[in-house]
């Protein structure tokens, strides 16, 4: 199963951005009982976690994005997004979508998609 992430790119601050991360390969019956996850990356410091969704649909969420970002999945097309609102230059970085195991284990990274937001 391949992770590819989509949606990166540059908005102004305050706007609003999707993420998409689909699941090549994985077949529909498998995909909706992945946990999947968001994490993001600035140059220089650690990958901090973003926003999770189980497989029976329970979120969490980092206090930084928390009231700003949706995570949702269809799991008709093997997607996981994530919805921005109101983006701040703090939000930039390198978004990746993963997948985790119910013990919290990451077992798979997508190659990330870069959010810049900037005036």
């Known amino acids: 199963v391949q992770l590819v992430e989509s949606g990166g790119g540059l908005v102004q601050p305050g706007g609003s951005l999707r993420l998409s991360c689909r699941a090549w390969q994985a077949i529909f019956s498998v995909f909706s009982a992945y946990n999947m996850a968001w994490y993001r990356q600035v140059p220089g410091k650690q990958r901090e976690l973003v926003a999770q969704i189980t497989a029976d649909r329970s979120t969490h969420y980092a206090d930084s994005v928390k009231g700003r970002f949706t995570i949702s999945r269809d799991n008709s097309r093997k997607t996981v997004y994530l919805q921005m609102n109101s983006l701040k230059p703090e939000d930039t970085a390198v978004y990746y979508c993963?997948?985790?195991?119910?013990?919290?284990?990451?077992?798979?990274w997508g190659e990330g998609t870069l959010v810049t937001v900037s005036s």
């Open positions: 993963s997948q985790y195991t119910t013990d919290g284990e990451i077992i798979k």
